[in-house]
Structures are given as C-alpha cells and as structure tokens.
C-alpha cells in the first residue's frame, strides 16, 4: 500500500516517522513519500519537498515567504496526482493540511483521507472541525479529550494514544539519569520564536548563574536550524546541544518556548516554566476570549485542566516575570515537588492506549 504523508515541521517528522514505524509493522510492503523531514526518510520514505521550506508561522512569516508556499502546494498536488497513493495522511500543519485535503478529496475522490494529529480545533477557530469531518475519512487524535469534543458535534474521533508520551517512555528506559546542576533553555524550532524567545531566556539564566544556582545553560538546537544561528545570542561559555531529551533528563530546570517542548520537559520529569511572545500581546487581553477557547496554551496544562507549570506567554512575556518564575523553580522545592508528582498522573494519562 502506497501512504502519502505531509508534515510541515518537526515534531510531526517526528510523529510521523512513528506512524510509519508502527505501519510496516502490520504491511510490511509500504511505501511511503511525501513532505517531511530527515525522520521519516530514515523510515524509507521519498521526499518531494523537505519541511525546513515549509515550517513557516506567523502572518508576517507567511507572506514573506508566499511564493514558497505557492510552490509547496504546486509540489504536493502535483506529486500526489502523479503518485495515486491508497492513502493520504495529513499529520497537524492546519492551514496546508486542510487545503490539500480539500483538493485531494475533489481529485481525486477514492483517495482514503487520514488526519493524524488533527487542529486544535478545542483551542481556537473551531468552525474547522466541520471541514474536517467534511474531508476526512478518519481522524486520529493524540489527546483523550479529543474524542468527546468532536462528539459533541455529532462527529467521530479516535483517541490512539499520545506518540510524545510513547516515544518519551521507551527512551528513558534506555536512557540512564545522571542528575546535573543544569538550566536547559529550549527556545523553539523555527527562527523567528528563537529569535524572539531565547534573548530573554539567556538574560534570567545568567543571572542565576551569576549567584551560583546554577552550574551550566544549555541550548538546545532544532534539527533544521544551523549552530551558527544560535551562537548569535550566546557565549563562549554556553553549551549549545542537539540531544535535547537527555539534557533535559538530566537538568534541575528549563526554560521551554510553549508547544510539544513543553509536553516532553513534562514527561521527561524536568520542572519547567513555559514562555512565549504574542505579537499582539498589547490588545490579546480584550481580544482573547473571541479567539481562544482554554484557559490555558501549554499542552500540560490544558490536558491536566489546570495549572501544573507557569506559562510566561503574551503579556506576561518580561523579564521580571520570567526571572521571579525560575527563582520558584530553583529554590522552592514544594512547589518542583508538586510539579513532578503532576507530570507523573500526566504521563499516566496520556499512556492509557498504546499506539
């Protein structure tokens, strides 16, 4: 059976590359191609466009780089005609996922459309849902609450278990931990959230340093983004490294930009406090209840239904906030504590079905 993946970034290289893993195992004659990253080919499967042209975000990301993007969908359509898979499988990536959906499902309409790893359509712009139940053969999602959201729209959904909190599992039991006096900063995956993330980090990690609660900063790197472009922001002094899970493994806290970071500091037991800058921050404050539909924007907390980490996001984006929140995190051991005993019903949870 041919299956025809499309990811746009790379925690969904990650999942799908998982996917394909878990596919072989019941066909043992497939084929994959598609979209994606260095993780799926190592899967054996064909790229017709690599992820590091697609993972844009932000609307003045997208339009700088439209013509991209025009020629991303060029190259999907084009391939996917050409290759007649028995299956599409769209892996998170919304805007472009649902787009080529919808030309899939008018081209070619024997085609077996599969969303693994659906919007968020629980957070914001839930008028999607329709759309996807529209276009969509099966939708598969990776959190337990999935299920009855959709239901509540007469719609189905199948919850299949949490990759990140499988993958998370079956690293550590191969994985030693070797406890180190660490602050690890995770800035994010695409330049522009480093770029606007990781100078703040950097300015509350040297302070604890400066008073010795601290013994090293590590950085971790994304997959597709060169060393030179973080050692812009740091010293000579500064680690940067691309084996994240073990630095986190072993660190007493970390500093994460919100998004699946923040769900594999959680699940590799590292206490953590989540950032990240909101352009509009300045006018989120009134706007946000007619955009977002949780109380919370990191995946541990909106699971949980409550505040198990702090998150530093729009306005409460400055520094004063971000330094006060990893002074909790280094000396009050109660509330790390807490934290911890949370990530553990989080992974409990969240491991309730195999993939």
Request: hydrophobic share 45%.
């Amino acid at each position: 059976m041919k299956y025809f993946f499309i990811v746009g970034e790379a925690s969904g290289d990650n999942h799908a590359a998982q996917l394909m893993k878990a596919l072989r195992v019941q066909d043992s004659e497939a084929q994959f191609m598609g979209l994606g990253g260095d993780k799926m080919q190592q899967q054996g499967a064909r790229l017709f466009q690599h992820y590091k042209n697609m993972a844009f975000m932000g609307v003045i990301a997208v339009l700088r780089h439209a013509k991209q993007i025009k020629e991303n969908f060029r190259i999907a359509q084009e391939n996917l005609i050409k290759e007649q898979p028995d299956q599409l499988i769209l892996v998170d990536y919304p805007s472009f996922n649902l787009k080529m959906a919808d030309f899939a499902r008018k081209n070619l309409p024997n085609l077996k459309i599969i969303y693994y790893i659906p919007p968020k359509v629980w957070a914001w712009k839930t008028h999607r849902i329709h759309k996807i139940a529209r276009l969509c053969d099966e939708v598969l999602a990776i959190f337990p609450f999935e299920p009855d959201f959709y239901a509540k729209f007469g719609y189905h959904c199948t919850y299949i278990g949490n990759p990140t909190a499988q993958a998370v599992k079956h690293w550590k039991q191969e994985h030693p931990l070797n406890p180190a006096n660490d602050l690890v900063l995770v800035p994010g995956s695409r330049r522009g959230e480093i770029a606007n993330c990781l100078p703040k980090m950097l300015i509350a990690a040297r302070e604890a340093l400066a008073h010795k609660q601290i013994n090293r900063i590590i950085v971790t790197a994304a997959p597709n983004i060169e060393d030179a472009f973080y050692n812009k922001f740091l010293n000579t002094t500064e680690i940067l490294t691309h084996d994240t899970w073990q630095a986190l493994y072993n660190a007493k806290a970390a500093i994460v930009t919100s998004g699946t970071a923040s769900l594999e500091t959680a699940l590799l037991g590292c206490p953590q406090l989540a950032v990240y800058r909101i352009y509009t921050s300045y006018w989120l404050g009134w706007l946000e209840p007619f955009i977002f539909k949780i109380r919370f924007y990191t995946l541990p907390n909106i699971i949980a239904g409550r505040q198990i980490i702090y998150e530093a996001v729009g306005p409460k984006f400055k520094n004063h906030i971000i330094r006060r929140e990893l002074q909790r995190l280094l000396t009050d051991e109660l509330y790390v504590n807490d934290m911890k005993t949370d990530y553990n019903r989080l992974q409990q949870l969240l491991l309730n079905r195999e993939l």
